[in-house]
């Protein structure tokens, strides 16, 4: 069961347009969210980061649902679930129409909500990490800056990671820098100084990198927006990363180099981790 364009409908019965710009250029924008129990409760902050990235876009031809339809929406999608998590996706493709690159003109935009399955307990563990070679994080992209369909980059340091024996991969700045993995935010501790990348990177400033940094502050941790090398990270009291699905998540190596992590910084980190835990779901 899914929702699309204003209907539940089976999976095997929905249809999208070959001529819809999300399947023909990857026009359009989506949010994944954590549902518990059949609440999200970060559903404010998802629809206000994609209303904004449909400001900047413009000429959406389709209708997102308001807070309270959208909330009652994952709730009956998520009725056949039987974890307690969900992960829900919604998907919002531009519509069909437009000259070429030009979405002048466009309608019958998509809407989609789908709701899976989510296992709490699969890749809970420590992260490695293998350094992208192919992929670098561009300042100017828009791309980098909203949750775009278009997730190519993404994709290919996913494959190379795999090639290393890694599970995510660690993408770098156009100056060589840190600056994220494929899915999350990347953080570091040293002392009580908190390190993570600038908005202006080139990364895409996810919603738990926020919520860390504003409790992070609550409980007299220094923010720093330095540029951070590579090296610098093995002499991290902790590395962590953070994303709005997994939450936070100990990087245990780079590149085969094993990261050890200080007292302090586990301590710490498990503060954080558990803060973000309860933030996102509930504590549950």
Same mark, same amino acid.
């Given at each position: 069961?899914?929702?699309?364009?204003?209907?539940?409908?089976?999976?095997?019965?929905?249809?999208?347009?070959?001529?819809?710009?999300?399947?023909?250029?990857?026009?359009?924008?989506?949010?994944?969210?954590?549902?518990?129990?059949?609440?999200?409760?970060?559903?404010?902050?998802?629809?206000?980061?994609?209303?904004?990235?449909?400001?900047?876009?413009?000429?959406?031809?389709?209708?997102?649902?308001?807070? +309270? #339809?959208? &909330?009652? $929406?994952?709730?009956?999608?998520?009725?056949?679930?039987? /974890?307690?998590? @969900?992960? %829900?996706?919604?998907?919002?493709?531009?519509?069909?129409?437009?000259?070429?690159?030009?979405?002048?003109?466009?309608?019958?935009?998509?809407?989609?909500?789908?709701?899976?399955?989510?296992?709490?307990?699969?890749?809970?563990?420590?992260?490695?990490?293998?350094?992208?070679?192919?992929?670098?994080?561009?300042?100017?992209?828009?791309?980098?800056?909203?949750?775009?369909?278009?997730?190519?980059?993404?994709?290919?340091?996913?494959?190379?990671?795999?090639?290393?024996? +890694? #599970?995510? &991969?660690? $993408?770098?700045?156009?100056?060589?820098?840190?600056?994220? /993995?494929?899915? @999350?935010? %990347?953080?570091?501790?040293?002392?009580?100084?908190?390190?993570?990348?600038?908005?202006?990177?080139?990364?895409?400033?996810?919603?738990?990198?926020?919520?860390?940094?504003?409790?992070?502050?609550?409980?007299?941790?220094?923010?720093?927006?330095?540029?951070?090398?590579?090296?610098?990270?093995?002499?991290?009291?902790?590395?962590?990363?953070?994303?709005?699905?997994?939450?936070?998540?100990?990087?245990?190596?780079?590149?085969?180099?094993?990261?050890?992590?200080?007292q302090n910084g586990l301590e710490i980190y498990n503060k954080i981790a558990k803060h973000l835990e309860n933030s996102i779901r509930g504590g549950s």
């Amino acid at each position: 069961m899914m929702w699309l364009n204003g209907q539940f409908v089976a999976e095997n019965d929905a249809a999208i347009s070959v001529q819809d710009r999300g399947f023909l250029l990857g026009d359009g924008l989506f949010e994944t969210m954590c549902a518990t129990n059949g609440k999200v409760k970060w559903l404010s902050r998802h629809i206000n980061r994609l209303s904004q990235s449909i400001e900047k876009l413009g000429e959406f031809s389709g209708s997102v649902p308001g807070q +309270a #339809e959208l &909330a009652d $929406i994952i709730a009956h999608l998520c009725q056949d679930i039987v /974890t307690p998590h @969900a992960v %829900i996706r919604l998907t919002v493709s531009r519509g069909q129409g437009g000259l070429g690159l030009m979405p002048g003109g466009v309608m019958d935009g998509v809407v989609l909500i789908t709701a899976k399955p989510f296992d709490m307990a699969k890749g809970a563990g420590p992260l490695s990490l293998s350094v992208s070679a192919r992929i670098r994080r561009n300042p100017w992209s828009v791309a980098s800056r909203i949750k775009s369909l278009n997730y190519l980059d993404n994709i290919a340091a996913r494959q190379e990671a795999a090639l290393h024996g +890694a #599970e995510d &991969a660690l $993408i770098l700045t156009q100056d060589g820098f840190v600056g994220e /993995t494929t899915i @999350a935010n %990347i953080f570091t501790l040293r002392g009580r100084v908190l390190q993570t990348v600038g908005d202006k990177s080139g990364i895409f400033a996810g919603l738990a990198r926020g919520e860390i940094i504003d409790w992070a502050q609550s409980i007299d941790l220094a923010i720093c927006y330095d540029p951070l090398s590579i090296a610098e990270l093995s002499q991290a009291d902790v590395v962590f990363v953070c994303n709005a699905l997994r939450g936070a998540r100990l990087v245990r190596e780079i590149d085969g180099q094993v990261l050890a992590p200080s007292q302090n910084g586990l301590e710490i980190y498990n503060k954080i981790a558990k803060h973000l835990e309860n933030s996102i779901r509930g504590g549950s």
